[in-house]
């Protein structure tokens, strides 16, 4: 795993953070609940194929 990829989710969580933040504060709690549901869903894309080689190597490991 590359140091990109984690700084690119520090980035992410920072701005939902900060934009979840700002959402409750103007009473838009449906509104910032999507947005830190946005941003997980994105955060599991980029996930996705670091899980899929994961899988595949504990396949190999195991002879599966």
Do not use: C
């Not at 504060?25 to 549901?37: I, K, L």
């Not at 955060?43 to 190597?57: I, N």
Request: cysteine-free.
């Amino acid at each position: 795993m590359s140091v990109e990829i984690i700084i690119k989710i520090a980035a992410l969580g920072i701005v939902v953070a900060l934009l979840n933040q700002v959402l409750k504060h103007a009473g838009r709690d449906d509104q910032a609940f999507f947005v830190t549901m946005a941003g997980i869903i994105i955060v599991l894309t980029w996930l996705l194929p670091y899980f899929v080689d994961l899988f595949g190597s504990i396949q190999d490991l195991f002879g599966l």
